[in-house]
């Protein structure tokens, strides 16, 4: 049984700096893309930023020079850095998480972690 669990959310000024960690379990073959998707109230479930399985490494307009994805293959284990935060960034950041191919899209992702509140005030 796969399981996806996020940490690190918080609430920070305009500027700020917060880091996101995923731990996974439970995949039956280490080939899997893992993502951070967020979700603002009101808004549709959006890609932040991914790894896929070949080490691909994706962003979204809106983050790109201010977030930093990795992962730690030895602790299964995907982190993001989010520096510069803007209030737009504020919204539920959940981990993705799929065997090959399945991250790209919220559709298509099979794993999620209960996500993790990042607020950003002005």
């Known amino acids: 049984q796969v399981q996806v669990v996020e940490s690190g959310g918080g609430s920070v000024q305009a500027g700020g700096s917060l880091r996101l960690s995923c731990a996974v379990s439970?995949?039956?073959?280490?080939?899997?893309?893992m993502a951070w998707f967020r979700q603002a109230p009101g808004k549709e479930r959006e890609e932040v930023a991914g790894?896929?399985?070949?080490?691909?490494?994706t962003y979204a307009d809106s983050v790109k020079g201010r977030f930093t994805v990795s992962k730690d293959n030895a602790k299964n284990t995907l982190y993001l850095q989010m520096n510069s935060l803007k209030p737009e960034d504020t919204a539920m950041y959940y981990c993705?998480?799929?065997?090959?191919?399945?991250?790209?899209?919220?559709?298509?992702?099979?794993?999620w972690g209960r996500g993790t509140q990042v607020t950003v005030s002005s």
């Open positions: 993705a998480a799929a065997y090959e191919g399945g991250c790209s899209t919220v559709g298509s992702v099979p794993y």
């Open positions: 439970g995949f039956t073959y280490s080939s899997y893309c």
């Open positions: 790894i896929d399985e070949d080490d691909t490494i």
